[in-house]
């Protein structure tokens, strides 16, 4: 949840209020460690001219330090954040234990719905082209988009502007990179100028290449070879009138030779075939905030998503492809009326998800739509106290493969706290609801899934209460939370395809973090603990696939030590807690305990930003290991011989070059 840290954009003549400055500061660091470097903690700056609802943030600077090729790397420093499935393709994002299909997640505002294969992930994204993420944990604000059950995950790409130089009217950024471990290497182009005055523009190619990693016992792992083409285009406006239009457009590309489920091990029942993915998205962002009016400041984003999955399952059933296309949009405004900051707005989303084999690709079909309406308001009662209240109300309609249509809506309510008690603590309190009803399910089971003619919409409520501490350079918050999801949908395992309300989904936990700056050193620690179940049972991706996992308790250690202004350099540490005996529907497991250092270092040879050189050494100690958030091991049971997940890269030796023309 993340009401409490959010902070209405201010107005120039208004001063910045103590509260607002103790969250602003803690923003940079949150939930984890250190985000970024010594400049990240500008509170005054981030405060003033934009509004957050992010409880973490994954900075440029951290995803450029550790050469971060995917996703799993993108939020290695997030202790409430776990990435399995070791290859791009197959990787799945869990927040709090909770499978990121229960997530609103948008790029650049663009919603990315549906699941085209269970045993692949959903997202891809392209880490070079990122200018920050941010993370809101569990049901949170009215704003956090329709089915944010489980929160909300927002990648937000780089413009022109954050390229190019004071003065300057055009550049060129070239990047070359090399990977050890899969003798791979990446390479990429950047071009960026502006057209005139008002309109700037980019764009980007990115290809990488990598064959088969090799895990910590240095075994070569079959299937985990990728081939991945990325372009990228963006247009900035800034029009008359205090107006901003942008449109951007990005094909990305990712082909290799997999498993037939590419989150497994190979196995006598689960052999090498060619699997390629593609994602196409449009967006198109509008905004319009007149300095003079403080009773707007509108935004529209309009988007199109197209995500597609080919496998060719030889000597079998051939080649099948699995589509999902979405298509909406979000229309708000935010208003202030003296202490009150009100947004308000309007989205809709349609689905469709198609699949099918050679001879008729969209053979089956399903298709849904939302539409919702959303008021948040956040009210500075003293210059203290922040109280922020929201509701909205999302109308579900979906059709599904078999003729059946459903239609579920209802209203989801939030309310949340932020008291500076004393100079430098606040604490917070929340509360917050989310729905999410019937919705388009897996290309690869439409063909055979059904609906539960009784099928319900899901429920989710939130609770946290918590701190944020500051003092001077020295940062401590903390947080208890409780989530709960009711009715959750899933299709259980061993028997017909229907997907079914199978019960209610507990998340439970706490977060402690601390971070400490002083000249060119940063240091930070954090714990994240999480149980999550579904009817008392652990949940575990191989049992609950597309609902959540079971993660052991997560430190992230980080320090890192500015030289001078040409070299810096650092470390940070992973440690996940083991879990035994961990009770499953199939039988019990272990997940095995693992700590995963990385190292890097950052040098300008050239005194500034035209030639950098990064050393970035991934897994230091080669261990060998499972994540937590991958398929776990349960070879151990008779009869399941084979269903294990990919074990983690070993150490990896990556030097990266960049040259800015």
Same mark, same amino acid.
């Given at each position: 949840?993340?009401?409490?840290?959010?902070?209405?954009?201010?107005?120039?003549?208004?001063?910045?209020?103590?509260?607002?400055?103790?969250?602003?500061?803690?923003?940079?660091?949150?939930?984890?460690?250190?985000? %970024?470097?010594?400049?990240?903690?500008?509170?005054?700056?981030?405060?003033?001219?934009?509004?957050?609802?992010?409880?973490?943030?994954?900075?440029?600077?951290?995803?450029?330090?550790?050469?971060?090729?995917?996703?799993?790397?993108?939020?290695?420093?997030?202790?409430?954040?776990?990435?399995?499935?070791?290859?791009?393709?197959?990787?799945?994002?869990?927040?709090?234990?909770?499978?990121?299909?229960?997530?609103?997640?948008?790029?650049?505002?663009?919603?990315?719905?549906?699941?085209?294969?269970?045993?692949?992930?959903?997202?891809?994204?392209?880490?070079?082209?990122?200018?920050?993420?941010?993370?809101?944990?569990?049901?949170?604000?009215?704003?956090?988009?329709?089915?944010?059950?489980?929160?909300?995950?927002?990648?937000?790409?780089?413009?022109?502007?954050?390229?190019?130089?004071?003065?300057?009217?055009?550049?060129?950024?070239?990047?070359?990179?090399?990977?050890?471990?899969?003798?791979?290497?990446?390479?990429?182009?950047?071009?960026?100028?502006?057209?005139?005055?008002?309109?700037?523009?980019?764009?980007?190619?990115?290809?990488?290449?990598?064959?088969?990693?090799?895990?910590?016992?240095?075994?070569?792992?079959?299937?985990?070879?990728?081939?991945?083409?990325?372009?990228?285009?963006?247009?900035?406006?800034?029009?008359?009138?205090?107006?901003?239009?942008?449109?951007?457009?990005?094909?990305?590309?990712?082909?290799?030779?997999?498993?037939?489920?590419?989150?497994?091990?190979?196995?006598?029942?689960?052999?090498?075939?060619?699997?390629?993915?593609?994602?196409?998205?449009?967006?198109?962002?509008?905004?319009?905030?007149?300095?003079?009016?403080?009773?707007?400041?509108?935004?529209?984003?309009?988007?199109?998503?197209?995500?597609?999955?080919?496998?060719?399952?030889?000597?079998?059933?051939?080649?099948?492809?699995?589509?999902?296309? %979405?298509?909406?949009?979000?229309?708000?405004?935010?208003?202030?009326?003296?202490?009150?900051?009100?947004?308000?707005?309007?989205?809709?989303?349609?689905?469709?998800?198609?699949?099918?084999?050679?001879?008729?690709?969209?053979?089956?079909?399903?298709?849904?739509?939302?539409?919702?309406?959303?008021?948040?308001?956040?009210?500075?009662?003293?210059?203290?106290?922040?109280?922020?209240?929201?509701?909205?109300?999302?109308?579900?309609?979906?059709?599904?493969?078999?003729?059946?249509?459903?239609?579920?809506?209802?209203?989801?309510?939030?309310?949340?706290?932020?008291?500076?008690?004393?100079?430098?603590?606040?604490?917070?309190?929340?509360?917050?609801?989310?729905?999410?009803?019937?919705?388009?399910?897996?290309?690869?089971?439409?063909?055979?899934?059904?609906?539960?003619?009784?099928?319900?919409?899901?429920?989710?409520?939130?609770?946290?209460?918590?701190?944020?501490?500051?003092?001077?350079?020295?940062?401590?918050?903390?947080?208890?939370?409780?989530?709960?999801?009711?009715?959750?949908?899933?299709?259980?395992?061993?028997?017909?395809?229907?997907?079914?309300?199978?019960?209610?989904?507990?998340?439970?936990?706490?977060?402690?973090?601390?971070?400490?700056?002083?000249?060119?050193?940063?240091?930070?620690?954090?714990?994240?603990?999480?149980?999550?179940?579904?009817?008392?049972?652990?949940?575990?991706?191989?049992?609950?696939?597309?609902?959540?996992?079971?993660?052991?308790?997560?430190?992230?250690?980080?320090?890192?030590?500015?030289?001078?202004?040409?070299?810096?350099?650092?470390?940070?540490?992973?440690?996940?807690?083991?879990?035994?005996?961990?009770?499953?529907?199939?039988?019990?497991?272990?997940?095995?305990?693992?700590?995963?250092?990385?190292?890097?270092?950052?040098?300008?040879?050239?005194?500034?930003?035209?030639?950098?050189?990064?050393?970035?050494?991934?897994?230091?100690?080669?261990?060998?290991?499972?994540?937590?958030?991958?398929?776990?091991?349960?070879?151990?049971?008779?009869?399941?011989?084979?269903?294990?997940?990919?074990?983690?890269?070993?150490?990896?030796?990556?030097?990266?070059?960049?040259?800015?023309?």
């Amino acid at each position: 949840m993340s009401t409490q840290k959010t902070l209405t954009k201010a107005r120039p003549d208004v001063r910045c209020k103590p509260l607002c400055l103790a969250i602003a500061a803690l923003m940079a660091s949150p939930l984890a460690l250190a985000q %970024s470097e010594a400049e990240s903690l500008k509170p005054i700056e981030v405060t003033a001219d934009r509004t957050s609802d992010s409880d973490a943030v994954v900075t440029e600077e951290r995803i450029e330090r550790y050469q971060a090729s995917d996703l799993e790397d993108v939020f290695a420093g997030q202790p409430e954040v776990a990435v399995g499935g070791s290859v791009g393709i197959a990787q799945k994002v869990y927040v709090r234990g909770i499978e990121d299909p229960l997530l609103n997640v948008t790029i650049d505002g663009a919603t990315q719905a549906g699941a085209l294969f269970h045993h692949t992930g959903r997202l891809a994204v392209e880490p070079e082209l990122l200018k920050r993420v941010e993370v809101e944990a569990g049901a949170g604000r009215a704003t956090s988009g329709a089915g944010a059950l489980g929160g909300a995950i927002r990648f937000v790409t780089k413009d022109p502007e954050d390229l190019l130089r004071p003065g300057e009217q055009v550049g060129a950024l070239v990047k070359l990179g090399s990977f050890s471990n899969t003798d791979g290497y990446r390479a990429s182009t950047t071009l960026f100028g502006r057209l005139n005055d008002r309109w700037s523009t980019l764009v980007s190619v990115n290809q990488s290449d990598h064959e088969r990693f090799e895990d910590g016992d240095g075994n070569e792992i079959p299937g985990t070879d990728a081939r991945q083409q990325l372009g990228f285009a963006k247009v900035v406006g800034q029009l008359p009138g205090d107006q901003t239009l942008k449109l951007s457009h990005e094909v990305r590309t990712d082909e290799g030779e997999r498993p037939q489920r590419p989150q497994w091990q190979i196995s006598g029942f689960n052999p090498l075939y060619d699997l390629d993915g593609r994602r196409d998205t449009t967006t198109v962002n509008y905004g319009f905030a007149p300095a003079a009016n403080p009773l707007v400041d509108l935004g529209l984003t309009v988007y199109y998503t197209e995500s597609e999955l080919e496998q060719n399952v030889v000597n079998r059933w051939g080649r099948y492809f699995g589509f999902t296309r %979405s298509i909406g949009g979000d229309l708000r405004n935010s208003s202030e009326l003296g202490s009150h900051t009100l947004t308000y707005g309007v989205d809709y989303r349609e689905d469709r998800v198609n699949a099918g084999g050679a001879a008729d690709r969209r053979a089956e079909e399903e298709s849904g739509t939302v539409t919702g309406v959303y008021l948040q308001d956040d009210y500075w009662v003293t210059d203290h106290l922040l109280l922020s209240a929201g509701v909205r109300y999302d109308d579900y309609q979906l059709d599904d493969n078999n003729d059946q249509s459903f239609s579920e809506n209802d209203v989801s309510p939030n309310a949340n706290v932020a008291w500076e008690v004393i100079d430098g603590l606040t604490l917070k309190a929340g509360y917050a609801e989310a729905f999410r009803g019937p919705s388009t399910h897996d290309t690869f089971k439409i063909d055979r899934a059904q609906n539960d003619p009784d099928l319900k919409g899901e429920k989710a409520t939130n609770r946290e209460v918590g701190f944020d501490y500051i003092y001077r350079n020295f940062t401590l918050s903390g947080e208890v939370y409780r989530s709960e999801i009711q009715d959750a949908i899933a299709d259980p395992l061993f028997g017909p395809v229907i997907y079914q309300n199978i019960g209610d989904l507990e998340s439970d936990g706490y977060r402690i973090g601390t971070t400490y700056h002083w000249q060119g050193l940063q240091a930070g620690l954090s714990l994240h603990s999480n149980e999550a179940e579904v009817n008392g049972e652990p949940l575990t991706v191989y049992v609950h696939n597309l609902l959540g996992n079971s993660i052991g308790d997560t430190w992230v250690a980080d320090l890192s030590y500015r030289w001078d202004r040409n070299l810096e350099f650092g470390w940070q540490g992973r440690f996940v807690q083991g879990i035994d005996d961990l009770e499953t529907s199939v039988g019990t497991i272990d997940k095995p305990g693992y700590g995963v250092h990385d190292l890097f270092v950052h040098w300008l040879p050239t005194g500034n930003e035209d030639l950098r050189l990064t050393l970035t050494v991934k897994n230091v100690g080669d261990k060998q290991y499972i994540d937590h958030a991958s398929n776990a091991d349960y070879e151990s049971i008779p009869g399941y011989e084979g269903v294990i997940g990919l074990p983690e890269p070993g150490r990896d030796i990556r030097l990266g070059l960049a040259l800015r023309l």
